[in-house]
Structure formats: C-alpha cells, structure tokens
C-alpha cells in the first residue's frame, strides 16, 4: 500500500494528458479521476490526523448526566467498523483503464489516417506548379464544377462573379 502510495504522489497528471496527447472523454476521465484521487487523500489525511482516542473521564468530570457519558461510552465500545470491499472500486478502476486504452488507441489510429492525408496535401502542395503556369483546361479538368458554374452564368448573361467589383475594383476604363 505504500509503495502505491508513493508511486501516486509522484505521479505528474499533467505530463500524463500533454505527452499522449489524451483529448475529449478520456482526458476529462482522467481529471475526474485526479479529483477524486486527491479528494480521497485529503480526506485520509484529515481523518489520520484526528484524535482516535475519546476521553471519556473528561467527559465524566464536565457533564452531570453520568448515565449519558457511560451509555455513549457502551456504544463506542461496541462500534464495529465497517469494511468495504474494494473489488468492485478495483473492477471499475480497471474498466476505466480498459476503456481509457482502447479510446487511446482509436485516437491514435484517428491521427495517424488524418498525418497520411496531411502528408499527402503537403506532398501535392509542393509538388504542384505555380498559378501562373496552370492552363484553363487544366484547372477545368481539376475542379469541373468552376465550368459548369462559368456556363450556367453567362447563360443568364452574367460576366462577373457576385462580389468581384466589391473585392477587386472596377478594371473598366471607359
């Protein structure tokens, strides 16, 4: 128990979430955890350190009512702690590990589909020629929508795109 103490206060939470790059439900998870962690040893704490013993022959000398004092001490005598049985804490702990891992490795799969598409649009970004040498038919060829829209504008007798003269000016001289 010790040593999983220790092991728990050197623990550094958030070196944990910045070096897995944990995101969404499984970093909240985490923190949730650190919560009740923390809360858990603060209240272990405070209980360590309060008096265990009750005097009751201080209590004897103050109160009058001798019967209360001897009553309460009957009780206090006979109190029996309660134990827990942990397993089902442990059980959990280790589903939420469980699940912690597998949203771990989805997010890493996630990310390493998303760094392929990347490479591959850096890869075409630098292998791509300027504008100024792209052809009419080249660009056609690459994005047909720009021609069907081209048509169906000077269709209606439209030569300028909505928000041109807005954006570049007028370029007539007349």
Known sequence: MAVGRSAASKLD????TSSLGLKGQTAASLLAFKKRNDDARRKLNL???APQTVDFASYRSTLQNQAVVDEIE????RFKPVTYDVGRQIKAIEAFETQAIKNAEETKEKVDVELLHLEAT????????????LTVDEVVAAAPEI?????????RGKWMPAGYKEKFGDLSFM
């Open 13 to 16: 939470w958030s070196k944990i």
């Open 47 to 49: 209980l360590s350190s």
């Open 74 to 77: 009957g009780h206090f005598k």
């Open 122 to 133: 850096l890869k075409n970004i630098e292998e791509a020629r300027p504008w100024e040498d």
């Open 147 to 155: 021609d069907a829209r081209t048509e169906d504008m000077v269709s």
